[in-house]
């Protein structure tokens, strides 16, 4: 079991990082793209040529660089606030006394941790909520969070329970928060890039200003759909990255399996109205289908059984 679930995290690892390269491959050629334009290239050749020699500096390439750095450290600063607004929640303190429920919480975190072999604690938090769902918070191991809400917890057992919990340590070990967190801002920054650069710079009329600009306006219409593609791929190989970690540190997948049955069946039978949309993505359960970010839970338990999913 050790050996196949470390092979599925690997694989989907591989497959993850190969994703975030194109996005940053895609972000430079606009940008790049943009530049030619601002020079006035006689070619695209001699444009690329001219601003990766840096005998002309990529000014707008480096300007959509820092943008997208100052992003994400604005977002790093204020993601957990932001993730748990929307609800009541309580930070279950080792420190105060604790009841029987935060007793049992505590003590299952502090299991996995040791199993993960983390030298670092994420706070935990319950959120008041009527619908079962968890999710984790945190650009590093001083700011990551795991959040369980209240429904959750009333209705799983504590091996379903700790099952949830060590999916989303998962997403935290696997560095999940930074890797959507910058493919999020890669994204938007791309898409308005592609959206100012065709129109702008309208006097610099060379040919390979007119080639760069006519790829930045076929970017236009193919830009959203790809982004949406690879957005969707790599959502939902992270969590199926989290479910086998989760199976991992249990040594068994039966406990993840059956949380997962539970709480699809749960949200099939209910409405909810979620108060703070920013955190659906980053949630355990999505009841999305199609454009989920999600896998389905069918397939999510096939692959935690080791089979084929479509």
Known sequence: ???????????????????????IVIFILIGL????????????????SLLLSFNEFPLITFGMALVACGIVAFSI???????????EYKRINPSNVLS???????????????????????????IEAPYMNAFASGWNASNSLIAIT????????????????????????HGDVRLTMCVGILSNIMLLGVNIFAFYFSSANSQGARAARGILL??????????????LFISRNREYMADSGAAYLMGDSAPMIRALQKISQDYAQNRYVEPNPTRENA?????????????????????LLGQHYS
């Open 1 to 23: 079991m050790e050996s196949h679930f470390e092979r599925i995290i690997a694989q989907n690892r591989l497959k993850t990082y190969a994703v975030l390269g194109i996005y």
């Open 33 to 48: 793209l943009a530049d030619i334009i601002r020079i006035n290239a006689n070619s695209l050749q001699e444009g690329f």
């Open 77 to 87: 600063a204020q993601f957990s606030r932001i993730m748990l607004s929307g609800n």
């Open 100 to 126: 029987r429920t935060e007793s049992m919480l505590y003590r299952n975190l502090q299991d996995l941790l040791k199993k993960a072999n983390l030298s670092f604690e994420p706070a935990l938090y319950i």
């Open 150 to 173: 209240s429904a959750l917890i009333e209705r799983l057992n504590e091996d379903e329970i700790k099952a949830v919990m060590a999916h989303e340590l998962s997403h935290i070990r």
């Open 218 to 231: 076929i970017l236009q219409f193919i830009l959203p759909l790809f982004t949406l593609v690879l957005s």
């Open 283 to 303: 949630y355990l359960f999505d009841m999305g289908e199609v454009l989920s970010t999600h896998p389905s839970t069918q397939n999510r338990i096939k692959a």
